[in-house]
């Protein structure tokens, strides 16, 4: 079983920064790309940015210049671990954003519990 534990939400306001981190734990085969997802009310859940085993990067238009996607490869606690760091926020990045882990070996998802981010004055 794979786990991913989300922290880093919260209420910040309009032009400020955030930072998401997301740890990655468990049987895993071999990681294809980590990624974050995000949900706003009443809206279908979107790709914000996503990371490869290669270290490549993908963001969406929305976000490009202003997110940043970064991993850290497994160490001695066999955790790998995904940040995501958020400046010049806008009132559209108001959402639940979801840790997304897929793994080459089974091509099964795994995501985290989604942790609130909230931009507003």
């Known amino acids: 079983q794979v786990q991913l534990v989300e922290s880093g939400g919260g209420l910040v306001q309009p032009g400020g920064s955030l930072r998401l981190s997301c740890a990655a734990s468990?049987?895993?085969?071999?990681?294809?790309?980590m990624g974050w997802y995000r949900q706003a009310p009443g809206k279908q859940r979107e790709l914000a940015a996503r990371i490869s085993s290669d270290g490549s990067t993908y963001y969406a238009d929305s976000v490009k210049g202003r997110f940043t996607i970064s991993r850290d490869n497994a160490r001695d606690n066999a955790k790998n671990t995904v940040s995501l760091q958020m400046n010049s926020l806008k009132s559209e990045d108001t959402a639940v954003y979801y840790c997304n882990l897929n793994d080459l070996w089974t091509a099964r998802d795994y995501w985290g519990q989604g942790t609130q981010v909230t931009v507003s004055s």
């Open positions: 468990g049987k895993i085969g071999s990681i294809n790309t």
